[in-house]
């Protein structure tokens, strides 16, 4: 059985940092693509961020592009999200998710339960 478990939300105020993890279980890991998506009440789930199997390539979605960035350690099976100088607007539930490269910010094949984040103004 797959899973993925996020761990690292909460709690900060505008411009300060979190940082996310998300580790799996269940599959090989260095197979997938993982990938980051949030979404806030009322909106649909986004996509925003990824990198794939070796960590060589990332994306970023324009609206955190400079203020995330997501990582993996391969032998922990866990990818991070670093992100700094957050908004008000980054207030979300956050979901891990993996997949294949070419299909991540569209269609992952598994996801995480998610975690809140909240940023005060």
């Known amino acids: 059985q797959v899973q993925l478990v996020e761990s690292g939300g909460g709690l900060v105020q505008a411009g300060g940092s979190l940082r996310l993890s998300c580790t799996i279980t269940g599959r090989p890991f260095t197979t997938d693509t993982m990938a980051w998506f949030r979404q806030s009440p009322g909106k649909e789930r986004e996509f925003v961020t990824a990198?794939?199997?070796?960590?060589?390539?990332?994306r970023y979605a324009d609206s955190v592009n400079g203020r995330f960035t997501i990582s993996r350690d391969n032998a922990k099976k866990t990818v991070y999200l670093q992100m700094n100088s957050l908004k008000p607007e980054d207030t979300a539930v956050y979901y891990c998710?993996?997949?294949?490269?070419?299909?991540?910010?569209?269609?992952?094949?598994?996801w995480g339960q998610g975690t809140q984040v909240t940023v005060s103004s």
């Open positions: 990198i794939n199997p070796f960590g060589s390539s990332t």
């Open positions: 998710a993996a997949g294949p490269w070419a299909s991540i910010s569209a269609r992952p094949s598994y």
